[in-house]
């Protein structure tokens, strides 16, 4: 398919993802997680937690890779991830070493769009984080020692803009 786009009399040729990302054209269905076709590009993440590119070969390993959701088409959407990831780790991390083994985990990270803020919350519906703690006093912690830090040092508004 040959894709131009006139601007002022001018075309200007683009490839389909470049017509998406510009918000001109929407694919009504896009998989990122398809198998891409042999020698073209997919990401993964590694062992470090960084992205990288692979050619697929429909090797054993592209398939394993697949398998277990390490593949995507999409280099941006599986950067999100990577750091998505990363930020539910350091929460972990950071509840094992401030927690006690026992006791029920009942506090969840909530966010507030309507102010953009983060708070520890005691519910059962979609917090934003995958993370649980035992006490109020831990996730505020979190709040404070992990997540604004990390979302200042990576640029990112909020954990929403990495899913």
Not at 17 to 44: M, N
Not at 46 to 68: A, F, P, Q, Y
Request: glycine share 4%.
């Amino acid at each position: 398919m040959e894709i131009k786009l006139t601007v002022n009399g001018k075309e200007i040729p683009m490839t389909e993802k470049q017509l998406i990302d510009s918000g001109v054209y929407y694919r009504p269905y896009y998989d990122a997680f398809e198998i891409v076709q042999p020698y073209e590009l997919y990401y993964y993440i590694d062992d470090t937690g960084t992205v990288r590119e692979s050619v697929n070969h429909t090797s054993s390993v592209d398939l394993d890779r697949r398998g277990c959701g390490n593949y995507c088409a999409d280099s941006d959407l599986m950067q999100k991830f990577a750091l998505y990831e990363e930020l539910n780790r350091r929460l972990w991390k950071f509840a094992k070493q401030n927690e006690s083994i026992f006791g029920k985990k009942e506090w969840y990270i909530a966010y507030d769009s309507d102010f953009g803020e983060y708070s520890a919350a005691m519910f059962s519906g979609a917090p934003a984080t995958e993370i649980a703690f035992q006490s109020r006093k831990v996730a505020e912690m979190a709040i404070k020692e992990v997540i604004v830090p990390f979302l200042r040092q990576n640029n990112i508004q909020s954990i929403e803009d990495l899913l």
